[in-house]
């Protein structure tokens, strides 16, 4: 596994000195880098909201790395955009999901955070978690409201637990309502997806999941 990004530039540069901060959380030092980077104009929220390391705010940041301290700052005290996007495109959120960190994702979805917005591809949260293999990231994100149906350009939830063999992913999804008929029609590559059926057969007590495709 690659060292933690570092993002600490030369010493003077607050912007960079933010972003560290934001990814250690290091809450002390953030407050009083935001202090310094106002400079007296009692705007904090604009000035921490500024600062971008390669299109990513220090919210993304904190809260890829699981941050909750310094999150809950600027989310509950600086009422900074628990949604908005990075230049890529992905929220706080989708951030944190993709770190694995079921308890900032709790905290962001109890703080505002939309399961169901679109970021890459158009895909949502539960498409990164479904693809990832995350049960408990998934079951989390349903119970918050996430569209077990959602289409992206990947397809539905199910599609990618099917195409990334994510058995146990799928059988959360069919536990929760996830339409086996859903099909899409954007990406050929994905064509087993529509110009076949898939039949998942469970048994009696649901623990295991059988998939059969059948050629149209």
Same mark, same amino acid.
């Given at each position: 596994?690659?060292?933690?990004?570092?993002?600490?530039?030369?010493?003077?540069?607050?912007?960079? /000195?933010?972003?560290?901060?934001?990814?250690?959380?290091?809450?002390?030092?953030?407050? /009083?880098?935001?202090?310094?980077?106002?400079? !007296?104009?009692? /705007?904090?929220?604009?000035? @921490?909201?500024?600062?971008? =390391?390669?299109?990513?705010?220090?919210?993304?940041?904190?809260?890829?790395?699981?941050?909750?301290?310094?999150?809950?700052?600027? @989310? *509950?005290?600086?009422?900074?955009?628990?949604?908005?996007?990075?230049?890529?495109?992905?929220?706080?959120?989708?951030?944190?999901?993709?770190?694995?960190?079921?308890?900032?994702? /709790?905290?962001?979805? =109890?703080?505002?955070?939309?399961?169901?917005?679109? @970021?890459?591809?158009?895909?949502?949260?539960?498409?990164?978690?479904?693809?990832?293999?995350?049960?408990?990231?998934?079951?989390?994100?349903?119970?918050? !409201?996430?569209?077990?149906?959602?289409?992206?350009?990947?397809?539905?939830?199910?599609?990618?637990?099917?195409?990334?063999?994510? =058995?146990?992913?799928?059988?959360?999804?069919?536990?929760?309502?996830?339409?086996?008929?859903?099909?899409? *029609?954007?990406?050929?590559?994905?064509?087993?997806?529509?110009?076949? *059926?898939?039949?998942?057969?469970?048994?009696?007590?649901?623990?295991?999941?059988?998939?059969?495709?059948?050629?149209?």
């Amino acid at each position: 596994m690659a060292p933690p990004r570092t993002y600490a530039a030369g010493p003077g540069t607050l912007q960079r /000195r933010l972003i560290q901060a934001s990814a250690d959380g290091d809450l002390r030092a953030f407050k /009083r880098i935001a202090t310094a980077l106002d400079g !007296g104009k009692g /705007r904090i929220r604009e000035a @921490v909201e500024a600062v971008r =390391d390669r299109g990513v705010r220090a919210l993304h940041v904190a809260a890829g790395r699981g941050r909750i301290p310094v999150c809950a700052y600027m @989310v *509950e005290e600086l009422h900074m955009d628990v949604n908005a996007a990075d230049e890529s495109g992905n929220t706080p959120l989708s951030h944190a999901v993709r770190a694995g960190n079921v308890g900032i994702v /709790r905290y962001l979805l =109890d703080h505002g955070a939309d399961p169901n917005k679109p @970021v890459d591809f158009e895909c949502t949260s539960i498409h990164i978690a479904v693809g990832k293999g995350m049960c408990e990231m998934v079951e989390l994100l349903l119970s918050k !409201g996430a569209d077990v149906n959602f289409s992206s350009h990947c397809g539905a939830p199910l599609h990618i637990a099917a195409m990334e063999n994510q =058995d146990a992913a799928m059988k959360v999804l069919l536990d929760h309502g996830a339409d086996i008929n859903k099909t899409h *029609e954007a990406l050929n590559c994905f064509s087993s997806l529509f110009t076949q *059926e898939w039949l998942v057969v469970f048994d009696r007590q649901h623990a295991s999941i059988m998939q059969t495709i059948v050629t149209i």
